[in-house]
T-cell receptor, first 112, second 117 residues
Framework: SQKIEQNSEALNIQEGKTATLTCNYT??????LQWYRQDPGRGPVFLLL?????KEKRKERLKVTFDTTLKQSLFHITASQPADSATYLC???????????FGKGTTLSVSS | DTEVTQTPKHLVMGMTNKKSLKCEQH?????MYWYKQKAKKPPELMFV???????INESVPSRFSPECPNSSLLNLHLHALQPEDSALYLC????????????????FGEGSRLTVL
């Protein structure tokens, strides 16, 4: 079955730097990968989706890449701010294409 | 209106109680989901409703009983729960069933924090 791995549990960076989070999948190449933000005690909020035929997607200070050779997606936040501190979840479809499965998430802390 | 509303936000119950979690969306979405999330873990899928019919049950114990009275409402009935069932229960919806329909984006509610004593 498909597995989503976000190997870094925590990432600490300084304000203004670029945060780079990694998501790897282990099995078949999914049709897309999604990224969500989750604040403590709250539900995840959708940020970006990138399809397998797209190399890169941008939205304001966010950028996502999809490398099917490396079986990896990178999620970048440029000019990071303390307000960007949260847990970021990578997600993709299960093998049946019936639901989303999530990685464990990476908790980003941006210090001023 | 792009919201999924969950009630109650917090629930404390004993192991012999019967309670329900409620979820509502008015975005015309045709798929609704229950996820369970423990601390520092990712959301885990429990149930999927497609066009108001249960399409996926991820081998969830029968002490959790989902119900979809109409296309806007989703309930999770709780009975004889165990302390290890304490978690954040998240409801979500998507435009279409299946992850390839529309963008596959899930809209989550804020969750119901359940504590079983």
């Amino acid at each position: 079955s498909q597995k989503i791995e976000q190997n870094s549990e925590a990432l600490n960076i300084q304000e203004g730097k670029t945060a780079t989070l990694t998501c790897n999948y282990t099995n078949y190449s999914p049709a897309y990968l999604q990224w969500y933000r989750q604040d403590p005690g709250r539900g995840p909020v959708f940020l970006l989706l990138i399809r397998e035929n797209e190399k890169e997607k941008r939205k304001e200070r966010l950028k996502v890449t999809f490398d099917t050779t490396l079986k990896q997606s990178l999620f970048h936040i440029t000019a990071s701010q303390p307000a960007d501190s949260a847990t970021y979840l990578c997600a993709t479809e299960n093998q049946a294409g019936t639901a989303l499965i999530f990685g464990k998430g990476t908790t980003l802390s941006v210090s001023s | 209106d792009t919201e999924v509303t969950q009630t109650p936000k917090h629930l404390v119950m004993g192991m012999t109680n019967k309670k329900s979690l409620k979820c509502e969306q008015h975005m015309g979405h045709r798929a609704m989901y229950w996820y369970k999330q423990k601390a520092k873990k990712p959301p885990e899928l429990m149930f999927v409703y497609s066009y108001e019919k249960l399409s996926i049950n991820e081998s969830v114990p029968s002490r959790f009983s989902p119900e979809c009275p109409n296309s806007s409402l989703l309930n999770l009935h709780l009975h004889a729960l165990q302390p290890e069932d304490s978690a954040l229960y998240l409801c979500a919806s998507s435009q279409q069933p299946g992850t390839s329909g529309g963008t596959g984006e899930l809209f989550f509610g804020e969750g119901s924090r359940l504590t079983v004593l």
